[in-house]
């Protein structure tokens, strides 16, 4: 079965510009939550999907959105992109009854 | 406020021993509890969960012990191998609350040393 996978894997913006990432679950997941990782703060949640609706959020500014899709893939978008926003971004899929998350590559995003 | 914590940012040892990492949480809503491998630039690799109804769990060369009055947790790998030498991430969950995040420590660095 594949696994997790995110696109693109590598993106380069400017300030101000804002951005989207892809993430498709793995088959049969329909819970997809998304993560960043940046050196200081470490894996941090951002927000959780579940059949097309959000059911977490975690403390980011609104500047970061997300939705997902009724074939589970989701999409998560930040916009007027600052430098602090460089960061490795983290997409996780799980059953709809686990507790357990599966994560894919993630996207790295430099933002100059 | 860090409600996972890793108090050991590295650890090393010599192959064939036993890794021990340690993780700390302070929620007592937390009910579930994994243990994450990754290495630089990829995404976190599952390795092995608990839940809190648990005491210990096992998964080949991994076990995982669950102290709850101490709101403490521990990952052992017995033998160590050098394929072993990655970042280590706690994460919690409160499921049974209805949060779905994890909740990750900040990681321990392994290194196995042939």
């Known amino acids: 079965k594949a696994g997790v996978t995110q696109t693109p894997r590598y993106l380069i913006k400017t300030r101000g510009q804002q951005v989207t990432l892809s993430c498709s679950p793995i088959s049969g997941h329909r819970s997809v939550s998304w993560y960043q990782q940046t050196p200081g703060q470490g894996l941090q949640f951002l927000f959780e999907?579940?059949?097309?609706?959000?059911?977490n959020k975690g403390n980011f500014p609104g500047r970061f959105s997300g939705r997902q899709f009724s074939n589970s893939r989701s999409e998560m978008n930040v916009s007027t992109l600052e430098l602090g926003d460089s960061a490795l971004y983290l997409c996780a899929s799980s059953l709809p009854s686990s507790e357990t998350q599966y994560f894919g590559p993630g996207t790295r995003l430099l933002v100059l | 406020d860090q409600q996972v914590k890793q108090n050991s940012p590295s650890l090393s040892v010599q192959e064939g021993r036993i890794s021990i990492l340690n993780c700390d949480y302070t929620n007592s809503m937390f009910d579930y509890f994994l243990w994450y491998k990754k290495y630089p630039a990829e995404g976190p690799t599952f390795l092995i969960s608990i839940s809190s109804i648990k005491d210990k769990n096992e998964d080949g060369r991994f076990t995982v012990f669950l102290n709850k009055s101490a709101k403490h947790l521990s990952l052992h790998i017995v033998p160590s191998q050098p394929g072993d030498s990655a970042v280590y991430f706690c994460?919690?969950?409160?499921?049974?609350?209805?949060?779905?995040?994890?909740?990750f420590g900040k990681g321990t660095k392994l290194s196995v040393i042939p």
């Open positions: 999907y579940f059949s097309e609706t959000q059911r």
């Open positions: 994460a919690a969950s409160a499921h049974g609350a209805g949060s779905y995040q994890l909740t």
